[in-house]
């Protein structure tokens, strides 16, 4: 055996002589033991043990029948296992699951069971009979999207009956298969996988059996887990404003709407009991607090023994223990609670607001200099500008930050020390009724592992109202609760729970109203402690916090399981496709090298809308796709990669050339793809509610192509969804979807050899192709750069489709090394590479240019 | 890194754009934010009012006690009052400033969410306020607004006490 060939070497080769293999893995449950020796128990099996659990519960592999608690052991000579439970028991008491190998290929090998070049040697049936084709694809036009899941089938001869026995008694759904191609000459090892992924149906004949198998991708459609809220969550309903699930928020996001957690809605239990006569207007109370919790208007629900409810207006308070009704009672009742329905929302009510689901991310770090009361050092890591920072024990916000230098708007009161702590909040602002809340004064944070809450203070609304001034002449008496007033109209302009104070200087508290008798003469709910005042006055009318009201935040989102920031897209994708889809095969360098090539702060809540359903995780990826260039692909080895498209050309780029296709070098396509827009049009931080108009938004930036309006003169304008929090990010977005719109893409399609089997989605690569035409920006050159955007693998031949994404990487100019040359010195080959000054007017970078070929090549973009 | 002059060569029609180019410019753009942060953190400060204030029968507030007009744009930095003795001294020693493009009295706006002031009853001598929050909206100042200085409430008997109002160049 030519054990020193490698795959690349014989996938040049047309003629080579290729090996199908595959490995099913079905599972079985082991129900009789016998006692071994000690706490290890053993049964003979029929096939080739790879992992044995205990019900969910995966035992270790041991190395011999001597086995340490929670191993198993498989000998393969006598097709033995033995195992060894946690807590020494008889397996057969618990529910024990077997999971095999079973070996195949297409013309029948001895090789390794875990295709290494030292594994246990075992026969792989030659019972294959043929695969599909297994097409991987990304599923949007601009390359932005996750590759579509790869699925097909494969084919086993039964014609000997070998199927017959297994199956049934296995169990295949959801099990594991992989496919593998391999040269006979080179060592196992050398064996390339082209396709992972599980069983999905299955079809019996007496000649054959049939596996439809599809690729882990699928698990992208399941929705995003999030909780539904629940009574533990406090008071709230459904039906007020239609919001049933606890939101996630990834990034930092503005005009998020809370979800209250102490809902009035049909009323609220009154303090102590309450009687009244039959045909009486009066209530009495027995430890009520009528004048603190009613008013004239509200409604209150009694429900009397053997008669059922009945609900009463109030007409007027007239102490702690005695109201007046609009009407009179129908039945009497004695020392009974009672429910208040307010007419109008009381700030005792609709106090917690939820924000989400999960902790935000609270960063926090420690002051390492100190140069003057407005500024100190520190780790920036998290930190901007405008963001509201606790110093010690100062609520502070950020002015700027050079470097680790922190610059706040206002002097502290006193210098900090090293290490004094700064924190940033989580909750950046709160809005109700068009003001902002200021936090400790009107509202509080509580931001646990498992939600943040905001909790407004009683008196929230009061503060953001401004006083005004009113009409009139007013008597305050000391010890009175009663307000008298001549020249007033405080029938136009108060109302119960506003509230009034006097203009005496040396009393300046507010108290709130009570009741509106006349013009001239109201009630406050608690006596006048100023000494008697005659003079001027002033009122506040307050919006209270209702079921129905809209409080938003702008706050920062969800940290992952290291206390890290889920920042970026990278972060979100990662976070989803861990967390929600619970893959386990992740190309973690591919999501850090895409974080620092897309660090823009996301903005998105899940669901979109406060009142939606879970959206699909991979409609959520898309989102981050179409918000950063990215895609979320499985590479060749199954691994799960997220890439960002930058227009970066790798020193490495490898190129296609006329001997890498089958058949004769014409063997290639080229088509177009037209989606020409003048007019891009980025729709970024989408808030739930804006502020002043309390309605659902976004900002927006634009980008016109005048290169478009000039060259091809199309009206189309396009639209993007980009959830990004900055309106700079934003920009450079929509203006790289201008750029990708500004031209027709050129799509090649190549069958070509089994190397190619080997590229992965999104790759970059040079096409060489010797018939190709003159690239658009290249003076007599055909190379173009392209990237992949679908491969479908065969066990001996691949089709691969590349797009040139409209020239763009010949269009966009890069930094050069050093070393580079100038324009006119530099070959062609380093021309697609470099980027280089360009004249003013003409945009050309040679000068003495004779020609125009070059305009419009290696712009900086 | 010391500022270099980039030569007109680096950028010349025809010059690949090299890595050397991007390093002089960021290097530069280094030194001036690092000279600018030393300039802003020792030369920037705008002293507005810095001063003892004796007033003799005010009254209970006092509308106007002195106007400023901006020579250049600023932040409002801190606003303080201090007292000497609250001995028999009772009320609440509170100062606004209020902000305005000219002296139209309807123009004038707090500059405050939260106004400096001492309340006696819980005062000791010689405190200084440590409540002042700035209005986000109005915390920057330009050129030619007028900046009034009020006292909405003030104690009594009314004692001398010191005003502080600082801002920072921007």
Same mark, same amino acid.
């Given at each position: ?44 099996? /029929? ?31 006598? @097709? ?38 030292? $594994? ?47 199956? !049934? ?64 969550? $406090?008071?709230? &309903?459904?039906?007020? *404003? ?24 049909? $009323? ?15 209530? &009495?109370?027995?430890?009520?607090? %009528? ?70 991310? =609270? ?15 520190? +780790?920036?890591? /998290? ?15 950020? *002015? ?8 706040? %708007? ?47 203070? +009683? ?16 008597? %305050? ?17 108060? @109302? ?15 108290? =709130? ?24 006055? *002033? ?20 940290? +992952? ?18 967390? +929600? ?60 990669? %997220?890439?960002?498209?930058?227009? !970066? ?38 808030? /739930? ?6 309605? *659902? ?23 993007? /969804? ?138 900086? $973009? | 890194?010391?500022?270099? #002059? ?107 969410? #939260? ?14 306020? #440590? ?30 006490? #010191? ?8």
């Amino acid at each position: 055996m030519a054990i020193s060939q490698t795959f690349e070497t014989f996938a040049q080769k047309v003629a080579s002589n290729k090996s199908v293999l595959a490995h099913l893995e079905p599972a079985q449950r082991l129900v009789l033991w016998e006692l071994d020796a000690g706490a290890v128990y053993k049964r003979s099996v /029929d096939h080739y043990v790879i992992n044995v659990f205990k019900e969910t519960t995966a035992l270790t592999q041991g190395s011999s029948s001597s086995l340490n608690a929670g191993e198993f052991y498989f000998d393969y000579s006598d @097709k033995t296992l033995y195992v060894r439970l946690g807590d020494d028991s008889n397996p057969e008491e618990s529910f024990m699951v077997g999971v095999y190998r079973l070996f195949f290929s297409n013309q029948g090998h001895v090789l390794s069971w875990d295709l290494t070049d030292d $594994g246990n040697e075992v026969y792989y049936e030659a019972l294959l009979s043929e695969t599909s084709n297994f097409k991987q694809e990304l599923d949007n036009a601009e390359l932005l999207g996750i590759s579509l899941e790869s699925d097909g089938s494969i084919r086993f001869d039964n014609s000997n009956g070998y199927w017959d026995s297994i199956f !049934d008694r296995l169990i295949w759904d959801s099990r594991r298969i992989a496919i593998y191609s391999w040269f006979p000459d080179t060592p196992f090892s050398e064996s390339k996988l082209i396709f992972e992924g599980e069983f999905e149906d299955k079809t019996f004949t007496q000649n054959s059996v049939t596996f439809s198998i599809k690729d882990f991708i699928y698990r992208l459609r399941q929705p995003v887990g999030l909780d539904l809220f629940s009574e533990s969550d $406090g008071t709230l &309903s459904e039906d007020i *404003k239609g919001v049933k699930y606890k939101r996630r928020i990834y990034g930092e996001v503005t005009g998020a709407q809370t979800q209250s957690l102490d809902q009035t809605l049909a $009323g609220f239990q009154l303090s102590g009991t309450i009687s009244g006569s039959k045909d009486a207007f009066t209530v &009495s109370g027995s430890g009520t607090s %009528f004048l603190s919790e009613c008013s004239p208007g509200d409604e209150i629900i009694v429900d009397v023994p053997i008669f059922g409810e009945f609900t009463y207006k109030i007409e007027s308070i007239e102490t702690d223990t005695s109201l007046t009704l609009s009407e009179e009672i129908e039945r009497g009742f004695s020392a009974i609670t009672t429910i208040n329905n307010p007419e109008i929302p009381v700030r005792t009510k609709n106090r917690p607001q939820h924000i989400s689901g999960h902790k935000l991310r =609270e960063p926090t770090t420690t002051i390492t200099a100190v140069i003057q009361l407005n500024r100190f050092r520190m +780790d920036p890591t /998290d930190f901007f500008a405008n963001d509201i920072i606790v110093v010690g024990s100062e609520t502070v916000r950020i *002015k700027r930050i050079s470097d680790d230098l922190i610059i706040l %708007f206002q002097n502290l009161d006193s210098l900090p020390s090293i290490g004094t702590t700064v924190k940033k909040n989580p909750i950046n602002a709160v809005y109700f009724d068009q003001r902002e809340l200021i936090i400790d004064r009107d509202y509080t944070i509580q931001n646990s592992a498992s939600e943040c809450k905001i909790t407004l203070d +009683d008196l929230a609304e009061f503060n953001i109202t401004k006083a005004i001034k009113i009409a009139g002449s007013f008597t %305050f008496t000391n010890g009175s609760r009663n307000v008298t007033a001549t020249g007033a109209a405080f029938e136009a302009n108060l @109302k119960p729970r506003d509230w009034i104070r006097s203009d005496d200087p040396f009393h300046a508290t507010w108290y =709130e109203v009570l009741q509106v008798n006349s013009d001239g003469d109201l009630d406050v709910r608690i006596a006048y402690a100023g000494a008697n005042f005659g003079g001027t006055a *002033k009122r506040k009318n307050i919006n209270y916090v209702g079921d129905e009201s809209i409080v938003t935040v702008d706050c920062i989102g969800k940290e +992952d399981s290291a206390g890290k920031w889920v920042k970026t897209a990278s972060d979100v994708v990662l976070d989803l496709v861990q967390g +929600d889809a619970a893959l386990t095969n992740i190309d973690t360098d591919s999501f850090d090298t895409s974080k620092i090539e897309a660090d823009y702060i996301v903005s998105l809540k899940l669901p979109l809308s406060p009142t939606g359903e879970p959206p699909i995780i991979r409609d959520v990826i898309s989102l981050m796709n179409q918000s950063v260039f990215g895609s979320l692909v499985a590479r060749t080895d199954f691994q799960v990669s %997220f890439n960002v498209l930058t227009p !970066d050309r790798p020193d490495d780029l490898e190129e296609l050339k006329d001997e890498d296709l089958i058949g004769a070098r014409q063997n290639f396509s080229v088509s177009t793809k037209s989606d020409v827009r003048r007019k891009i049009i980025g729709r970024y931080n989408h808030f /739930d509610a804006d502020r002043y108009t309390g309605k *659902k938004g976004n900002d927006s930036t634009d980008f016109e192509n005048s290169f478009v309006d000039y060259l091809i003169g199309t009206k189309n304008e396009k639209t993007v /969804d980009i959830y990004l929090l900055n309106e700079t990010d934003a920009e450079t977005i929509t203006e790289r979807y201008a750029l990708i719109h500004s031209l027709t893409q050129n799509v090649v399609t190549v069958k070509a050899k089994l190397n190619l089997t080997l590229r992965n989605l999104n790759e970059k690569i040079f096409i060489g192709l010797t018939r190709m035409f003159d690239r658009f920006g290249g003076s007599s050159e055909n190379k173009k750069i392209g990237i992949i955007s679908k491969i479908s693998r065969g066990a001996t031949e691949t089709t691969v489709t590349f797009s040139d994404l409209s020239n763009q990487f010949n269009r966009v100019g890069a930094i050069a090394d050093d070393s580079a040359l100038d324009f006119t010195s530099a070959p062609e080959s380093e021309k697609i590479f470099n980027g280089y000054i360009v004249d003013d007017d003409t945009e050309l970078p040679d000068e003495a240019a004779t020609s125009d070929d070059q305009w419009n090549t290696n712009l900086i $973009g | 890194m010391a500022f270099e #002059t980039i030569s007109s060569v680096l950028y010349q029609v025809g010059k690949a754009i090299r890595k050397e180019l991007f390093t002089k410019v960021v290097g530069n753009l280094d030194d001036l934010d690092s000279r600018t942060t030393t300039l802003e953190g020792g030369a920037s400060k705008v002293i507005i009012w810095s001063d003892r204030v004796i007033l003799t029968n005010p009254g209970a507030s006092l509308t106007g006690w002195d106007l400023w007009k901006c020579p250049a744009d600023f932040t409002l930095l801190d606003a303080k009052v201090g007292i000497f003795t609250t001995a028999g001294i009772t009320g609440i020693l509170e100062m606004d400033i209020q902000k305005s493009v000219d002296l139209d009295p309807a123009n004038f706006a707090t500059v405050f969410t #939260t106004k400096p002031s001492i309340d006696f009853s819980g005062a000791s001598d010689y405190d200084e306020s #440590t409540n002042t929050v700035f209005d986000v909206g109005q915390q920057l100042v330009s050129q030619g607004d007028w900046l009034r200085l009020d006292f909405p409430s003030l104690p009594t008997p009314i004692g001398g006490f #010191t005003i502080q109002l600082v801002g920072e160049f921007n």
